[in-house]
């Protein structure tokens, strides 16, 4: 007779065989580490509550699930004072990345209509957006992302409730429903509120103004539009209203782009200027006040020379920052310490009390991405639930800019490079270049421009790649692994290209800075 065993996979190789065939089996691993999980639970609802329907909750609710878990999920989002509401998916899916990037490419079809022309496409010159029906579209898609995260979260049985959480101790939450408060218990908690954006202390600002939560679904044209801010954000929503044929104005306080390269920020914004996009420099709103026909006048000052102006316009967007969620939590019932609006984690994202985490937007100090969210939110529930001991990395995170030409960048911005190494000791290699596809529709290649940050001796370790130009996400991915895995220059400048492409123009980089010599290029194919 032929014997045989199933036992768990991580307990195969020490199992003795006794003449048996023994089969590894991933189900009894799990199984094993959800007895292990009922041993330690005893008397809590929860595994795992995870306070936040966003990427960075869902990912970790997901995966925790996997591992054997109970989890639940708690997700409620507040409307905004002109009384936008979403579902589930946070910020990314309803108000942020993705409807952004739906406009941003709305925008930039707009431009491919005109353009085709001179590719010998006839075109009706009377074609014009319809903003209504692109929100519409827009719209219907964010609805369905959220009822495919609805299912998916039932089908992994994750539970889902819709309600607001806030502690009532370390150990339990009050949630509020629509049917009434609801006590829930957890052996841990994750909390991934993310935020939402600030509004000035001035006159009329809530009552008039609208923010990147209100703009993918307003009801009407935007119109003549001033966007207050000048971070990623602001330029974004300026942008893509421009390629849709409105008239927004950028009212920077400081610098823009805080937190970029800042010689890239000026060419970002040069580039927009260019397009057409004005900018109020070292200006602030004073006020906004609601006209008789309904358009807003608003009322700002000069920082440097104290001039007061005024304009008017039909649509004030505030993105001028966010603020971390923290308001409803009560966390001072849980003894969770807070750092202004945000959670301060160690490097394993707990919070000073040992079996509270955080992950995403409302964590103190990290980058705030999508993608780091729901890696961190992953890492964490491995951890937590599958005894791995990987941590996150926020080291080197790529991330894009969405503005008409769009801005990519890795790594470490040429004056955080200098500030960590020294300015003796960084080399950094840049040049312009020419798209091959803007030239036949004679578009500016004014602005098209790529440097790498690079370590000046040695083995020249690239610190950081920098892009200004079509498509700037997809080109920047690729080299994201490569910085991970401690790209040099020469081997950055061994590597053969893609012709004619954009992004071998990272690998056609000769011509340093400190040599003074023009990086413009002469020619595309020599």
């Not at 703009?215 to 009407?220: K, P, V, Y």
């Not at 990290?366 to 599958?386: F, I, N, S």
């Not at 911005?413 to 798209?435: N, T």
């Not at 991915?477 to 590597?495: D, E, V, Y």
Request: hydrophobic share 40%.
């Amino acid at each position: 007779m032929h014997l045989f065993e199933f036992v768990p996979a991580s307990l195969a190789e020490a199992h003795p065989s006794e003449g048996r065939t023994i089969y590894r089996s991933a189900y009894l691993d799990i199984r094993l580490r959800q007895k292990k999980l009922e041993k330690k639970l005893g008397n809590y609802d929860y595994d795992l509550v995870v306070i936040g329907g966003g990427s960075g909750g869902l990912a970790c609710a997901k995966e925790a699930v996997a591992h054997g878990a109970r989890v639940a999920c708690l997700d409620f989002v507040k409307p905004t004072p002109s009384g936008t509401k979403w579902g589930v998916g946070g910020t990314c899916v309803n108000v942020g990345c993705i409807p952004k990037k739906l406009m941003h490419q709305a925008s930039l079809l707009g431009e491919s209509v005109h353009e085709a022309a001179a590719y010998g496409w006839n075109v009706d010159e009377k074609i014009k957006p319809d903003w209504s029906k692109l929100v519409t579209s827009v719209q219907n898609h964010i609805k369905s992302v959220n009822w495919v995260t609805r299912v998916d979260l039932r089908d992994k049985k994750v539970e889902y409730i819709n309600g607001l959480g806030s502690f009532v101790d370390s150990h339990t939450l009050s949630a509020k429903l629509k049917s009434g408060d609801r006590t829930i218990t957890a052996q841990t908690f994750v909390i991934a509120v993310g935020g939402r954006p600030r509004y000035p202390d001035i006159p009329g600002a809530v009552e008039y103004g609208i923010t990147s939560d209100d703009i993918f679904s307003l009801d009407r044209e935007p119109g003549k539009t001033l966007v207050v801010g000048a971070g990623y954000i602001g330029l974004e929503c300026a942008g893509f209203l421009k390629g849709l044929g409105y008239e927004p104005t950028v009212m920077v306080r400081s610098i823009v782009l805080r937190g970029f390269d800042q010689q890239m920020a000026g060419l970002v914004a040069a580039s927009m200027e260019e397009r057409g996009i004005p900018f109020l420099r070292k200006t602030v709103p004073l006020s906004v006040e609601k006209q008789p026909d309904g358009k807003l006048l608003v009322k700002y000052e000069n920082t440097e020379t104290g001039e007061v102006d005024s304009d008017v316009f039909d649509t004030v967007l505030w993105a001028i920052g966010r603020k971390g969620l923290v308001e409803d939590l009560n966390l001072q019932n849980a003894g969770v310490m807070t750092q202004k609006d945000k959670i301060p984690v160690d490097s394993e994202e707990t919070t000073n009390v040992p079996h509270i985490y955080a992950v995403g937007d409302i964590i103190y100090g990290k980058p705030e991405l999508t993608p780091v969210a729901v890696l961190a939110g992953r890492l964490l529930a491995r951890r937590l639930y599958a005894e791995s001991d990987l941590r996150m990395d926020y080291a080197d995170v790529a991330t894009t800019v969405f503005t008409p030409l769009e801005y990519a960048c890795v790594g470490l911005s040429e004056e955080d490079a200098v500030k960590a190494y020294g300015a003796e000791e960084i080399e950094v290699f840049h040049g312009y270049y020419k798209p091959t596809e803007f030239f036949i529709p004679q578009k500016s290649v004014r602005y098209c421009y790529v440097k790498a940050v690079a370590q000046r001796t040695g083995d020249q370790r690239v610190y950081g790649l920098h892009y200004l130009g079509p498509v700037a996400g997809e080109v920047i991915q690729g080299f994201a692994a490569a910085i991970k895995s401690g790209l040099t220059i020469p081997t950055l400048m061994n590597t053969v290209g893609i012709h004619p492409t954009t992004a071998e123009e990272f690998t056609r980089l000769s011509i340093t800075k400190r040599s003074g010599l023009d990086p413009t290029p002469a020619s595309c194919c020599s």
